[in-house]
């Protein structure tokens, strides 16, 4: 234990205040940090059989490995990289979804000094062409299940460059088989130096307009995540976190790695093809959970599913991020189990932001306060300052020259991206907020989705809250419309639950469900009934398809 606390404090000096609520946090990063040599690889020469993480699949396999394992198996797989050409600076498209081989994957690339670049395994050809070409990718790790392996040979003869393939799960011609291949190398190997400033990992963000940008971390990026999962996740070295991602988004590193091993705890990884609600209640049952974190959605699964049959006693933690919360699961959710869900808010381009941190109250639907890892203002569309409970957009103060630990490095190859988010002192991050006499921020939307209509302006999440508390509607999207009186109204797009029919009296009754709840300009005065909504890779709602009357495929 005492280990373990010395780790994470070897890369920070924290203050807290009476109620031990996390205030300051000075983030220290040696000139040559790297996570995998640094804290992985010395938590292996203290504590080599501390658990590092437990692995099962929907088909009845089950792994768990220590820090010892993770150290011998990421260093088998640098030397199997490095045997193959793979070298510092390479482009890294890792495509595995959420099997084990990721962690040696992304362990070892760190290690070699290349750049990972996690995928889903949702992309299409079209998605992988664009990908290896917009950042020269040197290899490709892939997963065998799925059609994503059949999308990269597709799309190969569109590439710039020859790219090397690997193929986890199976071997086929025209790929290295990594399973096998793999066990021929040393588990030994020489540190390989690189800087803290080096860039370490990218990621292609799913933006609702325009191809994706290319997100760039460098390697003092992981000790941001301290932040993640001491103070907002609150693990403990003993314990064993589950936070649900693919390993594809970003949300797998903020909860399945960095901070976590960091602060010496566990992770469970549940490496499933189709979520199941049933399925995921019962892995927490059963592996003793501790901390867990989920996007709403998989709240509001559960509280569908019933509670009531398992045994969750053993979360002492629960915590939510990725999409704005409602108020609603957050009530049902302590109704069952007891525990307040923690909200919090971050981006790829970051680390969290705003926090419902460790010791602090939260306010139902409000993504806490601003972290003290960064300096945030809200600001107007001039950059000055606005009033508590005036809208406003959220922005980190800092130097593009040298930007505070956490924060990326900028928009790979595109530098008049980079100047369009980051300029004036403070990178912009398009998300708006209102902040209340507390402190406490509440989520608005981005700022290209903002309503102006007849004089007020309207974010789509308050009134899309209001729509999910509704017993017929499932999902749900709100923008703007033109409209020749008012210039702009608001229009819902909803998804229907089963047993529900899109009529003129359900209409009426949905518009004045939002009368009663909200203010009553807010309400939808368009109602539109679609059979699905239009989504990006990571699952974000693409509005600007809405406004632009495109029709949503069923």
Known sequence: MEKMELLYQKYCREEFDEKGMLVKFQPVVPEDFNFAYDCVDYIADHQPDRRAMVWCDDKGHERTFSFEDMRRWSNRTANYFLSQGIKKGDMVMVILKRHYQFWFTILALHKIGAVIIPATNLLTKKDVIYRVNAADVAAIVCTADGEVSHAVEEAEPEFGAPVKKFLVHGGREGWHDFDRELEGYSPELERIPN?????????????????????????????????????????VPDGLHLSVADTGWGKAVWGKLYGQWLCGAGVFVYDFDKFTPKDLLHKIEQYRITTFCAPPTIYRFFIKEGMEGYDLSSLVYATTAGEALNPEVYNRFLEYTGLKLMEAFGQT???????????????PGSMGRPSPLYDIA????????????????????????NPPTGLFMGYYRDGEKTLEAWHDGYYHTGDTVWQDEDGYYWYVGRTDDVIKASGYRIGPFEIESVLMEHPAVLECAVTGAPDPIRGTVVKATIVLMKGYEATPELTKELQDYVKHQTAPYKYPRIVEYVESLPKTLSGKIRRVELKEGRQPQG
């Open 349 to 363: 381009e970051t680390t969290v932001q705003l926090a419902n941190l460790v010791g602090s109250t939260p306010k």
């Open 195 to 235: 800087k803290s400033a080096d860039p370490m990992l990218l990621y292609f963000t799913s933006g609702t307009t325009g191809y994706p940008k290319m997100v760039i971390h460098n390697y003092a990026y992981p000790i941001g995540h301290i932040i993640t999962a001491r103070h907002w996740h609150n693990v």
């Open 378 to 401: 809200v600001v107007d569309s001039d950059g000055q300052p606005v009033s508590t409970g005036d809208v406003g957009e959220i922005v980190i103060r800092a130097d593009r020259e």
